[in-house]
């Protein structure tokens, strides 16, 4: 079973730049995370989509980050502009369905570094 | 909001058991998980536990639960260098469906 892909695998910018990351999840995994993992720290959710539709952005910075997941299936997560502070891995992260038990179990893709000169 | 710790660093010798805690404080915690992170990649899930469950064992790794203290470990047996990577602990309470990580403990496995 394939795992989840993310590209690009690293991303240089200038800060006040644009910079977009794409992630296919496991097949068939209805849901999907964005997770935000500055250096030295676990993984913080910014997003989670169930199929199409957002279930909880609320630490998403709106100002500057966007994500959307038209189809229910690929995701894009964007930033625009840029700063420094955005400098971390982006892993997205799928499960089969939003649930606590062992179907909610979340399987991560291999995460995008971006460092914001 | 809920916590999750850990130590950030554990060092081994090759060949010993290695033993990774981590303590959280929600008390309604229903599954307990340990990710890897090896440089460069994503994590890994490695094992999930049950808060019902005070043990479960999977080839080298034991993962021991105490409920009561909130301690989580994670035992690996005879590690290897390959073992070397961030082990991060992570908890999902009752009615919460988006786990809690802890910071990762970096382990390093010296021949």
């Known amino acids: 079973e394939a795992g989840v892909a993310q590209s690009p695998r690293y991303k240089i910018i200038e800060k006040r730049q644009s910079v977009a990351f794409w992630c296919n999840p496991i097949?068939?995994?209805?849901?999907l995370y964005w997770y935000q993992q500055i250096l030295g720290q676990g993984p913080k959710l910014l997003i989670q989509?169930?199929?199409?539709?957002?279930?909880?952005d609320s630490q998403l910075p709106k100002d500057r980050f966007s994500a959307e997941r038209l189809k229910g299936v690929d995701s894009t997560l964007k930033i625009q502009p840029a700063k420094l502070e955005d400098s971390a891995v982006y892993l997205c992260?799928?499960?089969?369905?939003?649930?606590?038990?062992?179907?909610?179990?979340?399987?991560f893709g291999p995460g995008t570094r971006l460092l914001v000169l | 909001g809920e916590d999750v710790e850990q130590s950030l660093f554990l060092s081994v010798r090759e060949g010993d058991s290695s033993v990774i805690n981590c303590t959280y404080t929600?008390?309604?915690?229903?599954?307990l998980y340990w990710y890897k992170q090896e440089p460069g990649a994503g994590l890994q899930l490695l094992t999930y536990?049950?808060?019902?469950?005070d043990m479960k064992q999977d080839q080298r790794l034991t993962v021991l639960l105490n409920k009561k203290d909130k301690h989580l470990s994670l035992r690996i047996a005879d590690t290897q260098t390959g073992d070397s990577a961030i082990y991060f602990c992570?908890?999902?309470?009752?009615?919460?469906?988006?786990?809690?990580f802890g910071r990762g403990t970096s382990l390093i496995v010296h021949p």
């Open positions: 992260a799928s499960s089969l369905r939003f649930a606590g038990g062992p179907k909610g179990t979340q399987y």
């Open positions: 097949s068939g995994h209805a849901t």
């Open positions: 989509f169930q199929n199409n539709g957002v279930v909880d």
């Open positions: 929600d008390s309604s915690s229903t599954y």
């Open positions: 536990i049950f808060s019902n469950m």
């Open positions: 992570a908890e999902k309470g009752l009615g919460s469906y988006i786990p809690t």
